[in-house]
């Protein structure tokens, strides 16, 4: 009886031990495939919304990833990754913010929605502070546009119509320079950032800033320092697909 109670108790802990053994290897896996990714965290004024989307930004198209649901107008979410890429926050079709994250990063969102285009801020890498600063450069541009569009329709059938058009496109040509120049000395800078990729393609209307053919020795130099930075990256090695292609 005395052997038999043993063998019980020996079973018993052998049954704990192997149950103990599974539950760590469980943790240990579960921390292994958090390593990998990096962690988004948003606070946000004026939100009315419940949840908003978490968006990967690829070279040919916009995958959603995940719904994420907003609690005190903020949230927190791990995205588990190696690469650094381009991702978004979603509330809707024309609200929202894009970011750049990758392995080990912790980007910090914030911003009035009501307005977020100009008060967003991004924080947590260098890359993302670059690309916010393209994003805002090319945001004013915009503005100036919009304006001078608003005074085009204005005057359209006004005797001064001829005279105000000629310095609309006067001041519209020269702000277009200004901002051209801007991102070309951005990317000169930064030839091995994603964000130069950005500033590379970004456009006012219908017209780009810059072209694969006219500009080809700037984008040349970009790819060649992108490739040594990130020689795997889906978006380097779209760039040079693209530009194979051409």
């Known amino acids: 009886m005395f052997i038999v109670k043993i063998n019980q108790i020996y079973l018993l802990m052998m049954k704990?031990?192997?149950?103990?053994?599974?539950?760590?290897?469980?943790?240990?896996?579960?921390?292994?495939?958090?390593?990998?990714g990096f962690t988004v965290k948003g606070k946000f004024e004026n939100n009315h919304y419940t949840y908003c989307v978490l968006d990967e930004v690829r070279p040919y198209e916009i995958a959603a990833l995940d719904t994420i649901l907003l609690i005190n107008n903020g949230f927190s979410y791990f995205v588990n990754t190696i690469e650094k890429g381009f991702y978004r926050i979603r509330f809707d079709d024309t609200t929202f913010i894009t970011f750049i994250a990758g392995d080990k990063d912790n980007i910090s969102l914030t911003g009035d929605l009501l307005c977020i285009k100009n008060t967003q801020n991004i924080t947590g890498n260098e890359e993302s502070k670059l690309f916010l600063e393209v994003n805002r450069k090319v945001h004013e541009m915009y503005l100036i546009t919009d304006s001078l569009a608003k005074i085009f329709v204005a005057y359209k059938d006004t005797e001064a119509f001829d005279s105000i058009r000629t310095q609309l496109d006067s001041c519209y040509y020269h702000n277009f320079e200004y901002y051209k120049n801007y991102l070309r000395d951005f990317i000169i800078q930064h030839p091995n950032k994603l964000a130069s990729i950005s500033a590379f393609y970004q456009k006012i209307g219908h017209r780009n800033f810059f072209s694969d053919i006219e500009d080809k020795e700037l984008l040349d130099k970009m790819i060649k320092e992108l490739s040594i930075a990130y020689p795997s990256n889906q978006h380097v090695i779209a760039l040079k697909e693209r530009l194979e292609h051409d």
């Not at 704990?16 to 990998?36: D, M, P, R, W, Y």
């Open 16 to 36: 704990n031990k192997i149950i103990i053994t599974v539950v760590i290897s469980l943790l240990i896996g579960f921390t292994a495939c958090k390593e990998n």
